[in-house]
């Protein structure tokens, strides 16, 4: 039972930081480093992902013993393409601004490495709770790191952060954060940092081990 | 064999009750969709032309415009839907033009895909009120880096001269082929 529910917390944090599909596994890049201008498109291109991928990876684990290996791939991203568009409609009818600010990212998501690679390397091969959790973790890990990028290129790029003013006059804004150069160099330098702490952490925990 | 035809229907049956799904969706969908259209479609009109109170779908020249009235019945301005290529896909625009066709009255853009940030902002006030009040004899114009000195002149967004560019181009050819020209 305590196993059952460790199991279930790592399935769910574990897209937070150890394995986080963007600064770990470094999928989906193409959303990433295109939508990241702002804050509110990180937060809603994640939120997307996360409609998407959680009741895509549900469904294709519920069915996962019924699907010939031959054919599995298509019919994940039949599964996928299909909640990707419902999201995309919804967006249109209750959320035009926000649709129109995503463009074509939002029908791209049918293509985003994270969905298919979840759904071949978890949730075809794991119960539906777990599969749940594990695609709930993971989506929620890039919405953060979305919200993450876009706020750094949002504040540096435009002096805002969620539209609100952060930063004064004297601040120069730099355009090029709002460029692509503008994603990478902020990618470079978050995935960068992330490496630092974990190489800290180990080195903290190792040291305690040698005492 | 079986095997073969296992995988024929599975598939076949995943493609339908996906497509059976999205069938229900869009029905659903699809009513406010279009009501969001319309609503743009409207906001965009009294937007572009001052003082309208009411508008009526023509056509001239091949060109589907609205010819707006205030509330006593005279024409006060022409709406102009007008289409073209910007950096990443296609701009839809609606222009406004004063009823002797010779200034802009206003500009909205009702669809885009340019990169958000950059391209992106020629959908923001700052950009679109430049177009208030300028003329559009001989063409509309655009400048870089400094203020615009003639009264047919805007100001490109820095970087993003081509979105600003295609916007320009597109208005200059749809007022070019309504007037007849």
Known sequence: MADDRRRSAYELLKGFWT???????????????????SAINGLTMGLAVVF?????????SLVRNIIPKEVRIPT?????????????????AFFLDLSKALGPFIPLIVVNCIILGRAEAFASKNNVWLSFLDALGVSLGFTVTLI?????????????????????KGFEPMIIMLLPPGAFLTLGFMLGAKNLIDR??????GGKVGH | MQNRAKMIIILT???????????VVYLF??????????????????????????YEEKEKNGLKYFECKDSSG??????????????????????GLSPDLKTITGLEVLEQVETPGLGGRISEESFLNQFKGIKDEPQVEYVKNKKPEKPNQIKAITGATISSRSVVAIINKFIKQFKGE
């Open chain 1, 148 to 168: 993450f990028l876009g706020g750094v290129r949002e504040i540096l790029g435009m002096r805002t952060f969620f539209g609100m003013k952060v930063l004064g």
């Open chain 1, 19 to 37: 394995e986080n599909p963007i600064l770990v596994m470094v999928l989906g890049m193409c959303p990433t480093l295109a939508v990241t201008t």
């Open chain 2, 29 to 54: 969908s699809n009513p406010f969709i279009q009501k969001n259209m319309l609503a743009e479609q409207k906001k965009a009109i009294f937007a572009v032309v001052p003082n309208a109170n009411s």
């Open chain 2, 74 to 95: 005279n024409v006060v301005g022409y709406a102009l839907p007008a289409k073209g290529n910007g950096y990443q896909g296609e701009i839809k625009l609606m222009i």
């Open chain 1, 76 to 92: 994940f991203i039949v599964i996928i393409a299909t909640f990707v568009t419902m999201v995309d409609l919804f967006l249109k």
């Open chain 1, 200 to 205: 800290k952490l180990k080195e903290k925990r």
């Open chain 2, 13 to 23: 049956l995943f493609a339908l009750v996906s497509g059976l799904v999205l069938s």
């Open chain 1, 52 to 60: 998407v991928l959680t009741a895509s990876s549900v469904i294709i």
